[in-house]
């Protein structure tokens, strides 16, 4: 069980064995860890999570997609132990999975911010090892639009002022009708910014999430466009 107080990892682990084998699984850097790794992977689904700068990686096999065939390790094996298991990467042979697994490594960065010598390496771990399957720049296209549900959970806590200024005040059946009050409403609001880029034949990212709000607050004495 786990309460307002969990941290986002805990939670998620409570969400590892709802996964099925034709899913793909995005995470953000704050998820890695060899044991959230394996949990995960273990249910057949593929995973594509991002991994921060403190993990190494050796080189095993480069591809001509631009990423390469790597190797990951529980953190409890550490000195010759370690050395013996990545000599047997090397040599493509099979691995203890409870010590070290086998990933592809994806690493881009992002043309539109600031100076080529700046950006950020964003740097991917996959469970996809073969290229065929997918490519190198399909992974960081889907990773990159991972960042819209990020920005969704924004528009609610932030635009909408939503479940995270109700949560201390009100019981906790009052708070689960509060969130999925402010769930549907942002589903509504979704709805109609993507019917009016439709209509304008623009991408929906291009209309503001804010400016919608506010264009609603001023017709809300209107007849309801949507069903409630």
Request: hydrophobic share 40%; with cysteine; net charge neutral.
């Amino acid at each position: 069980m786990t309460g307002a107080g969990s941290g986002e990892q805990a939670l998620a682990r409570t969400l590892y064995p709802r996964l099925e084998e034709d899913q793909l699984l995005l995470a953000d850097r704050n998820f890695y860890s060899f044991t959230d790794w394996c949990q995960a992977a273990d249910t057949g689904a593929e995973l594509l999570w991002r991994i921060t700068d403190t993990v190494r990686l050796p080189v095993l096999d480069t591809f001509d997609d631009g990423s390469y065939l790597s190797v990951v390790f529980d953190a409890s094996v550490r000195g010759v132990a370690r050395e013996h298991l990545l000599r047997a990467a090397r040599g493509g042979e099979a691995l203890p999975p409870e010590q070290a697994r086998y990933v592809r490594v994806v690493e881009y960065d992002v043309p539109d911010r600031g100076e080529e010598q700046g950006r950020e390496l964003v740097c991917l771990l996959t469970t996809i090892t073969d290229p065929g399957r997918a490519a190198a720049p399909l992974l960081a296209q889907a990773y990159h639009q991972r960042w819209e549900h990020e920005l969704a959970n924004k528009e609610i806590k932030q635009v909408l002022r939503g479940p995270a200024r109700i949560l201390r005040s009100k019981s906790p059946q009052m708070v689960r009708q509060e969130i999925y009050g402010y769930l549907l409403a942002h589903y509504a609001l979704s709805d109609l910014r993507c019917r009016a880029a439709t209509e304008a034949g623009i991408d929906p990212d291009r209309i503001k999430f804010t400016r919608t709000v506010r264009i609603v607050r001023r017709s809300v004495t209107d007849a309801a466009a949507f069903s409630p």
